[in-house]
C-alpha cells in the first residue's frame, strides 16, 4: 500500500526503517515537543516499529504510522488514530534536516484524504505543545482551526514540567 503525492511517497512504516527513524525519534532538538519522544534507545524505537506492523496487519488499529519517503529517503513519518464516530487524529514527526519544505503538511494532507477515502472520518484532530510554532502553523495550513487551549501536557523531554496543550480540528 503506498500514497503518493507530488513529491513524496508515504507507505506503512516497517523495521526497515529501524535506523532512520531513531535518527529523529531520538533526537532532543527534534523531538523536544513531543509528549512521547524522544526514544532513549535502538530497542525503543525497534519496539515502536514491531507495534507499528502490527497494527498495519490488524482489523481495528489503534494507529495507522506512514513512512515520508522523499525520493527514496526516510524523512519521517505522518500517523492515523482512527476513532469513534468518524472521527481521527493526525500526529507527525518530521527529520530537522527536512524542516521548512513544506514536507510535513503534503503527507498530512494525503493522510487526511486517505482517511476520508478508506476510513470514511469526517473529522479530523491534531494537538500540540502550545510553543510549537510549526506544528501551529502546519495545522492551520491543513485548514484547521483552534478548537481548545488546556493545561496539564507533559512532553517527555521536559520530565513533570506541565505545559499548555493546542488542539487544532477540520470538519468535512
Not at 512504516?13 to 532513549?40: G, Q, R, V
Not at 494525503?110 to 476520508?116: C, E, F, L, Q
Not at 502546519?138 to 483552534?146: A, C, I, T, V, W
Request: aromatic content about 10%; hydrophobic content about 35%.
Amino acid at each position: 500500500m503506498q500514497i503518493k503525492t507530488e513529491r513524496l511517497v508515504l507507505r506503512p512504516i516497517c523495521a526497515c526503517d529501524l535506523h532512520t527513524t531513531h535518527a529523529y525519534a531520538s533526537d532532543p532538538e527534534n523531538t523536544k515537543y513531543m509528549m512521547f519522544l524522544p526514544n532513549d534507545s535502538l530497542e525503543e524505537t525497534e519496539q515502536w516499529l514491531r507495534l507499528c506492523e502490527q497494527m498495519w496487519q490488524s482489523d481495528a488499529p489503534h494507529h495507522l504510522e506512514f513512512a515520508i519517503m522523499l525520493d527514496g529517503a526516510h524523512i519521517g513519518s505522518v500517523t492515523l488514530y482512527p476513532l469513534e464516530n468518524r472521527t481521527a487524529e493526525l500526529g507527525w514527526v518530521l527529520n530537522k534536516r527536512w524542516w521548512g519544505h513544506g514536507y510535513a503538511a503534503e503527507a498530512a494532507r494525503a493522510v487526511i484524504d486517505y482517511g476520508r477515502r478508506q476510513l470514511g472520518a469526517r473529522r479530523f484532530f491534531a494537538q500540540c505543545d502550545s510553543e510549537n510554532d510549526a506544528s501551529r502553523r502546519l495545522m492551520e495550513r491543513l485548514g484547521m482551526r483552534r478548537v481548545s487551549c488546556v493545561g496539564g501536557r507533559k512532553n517527555r523531554s521536559t520530565g513533570d514540567e506541565e505545559r499548555m496543550e493546542l488542539t487544532y480540528e477540520i470538519v468535512f
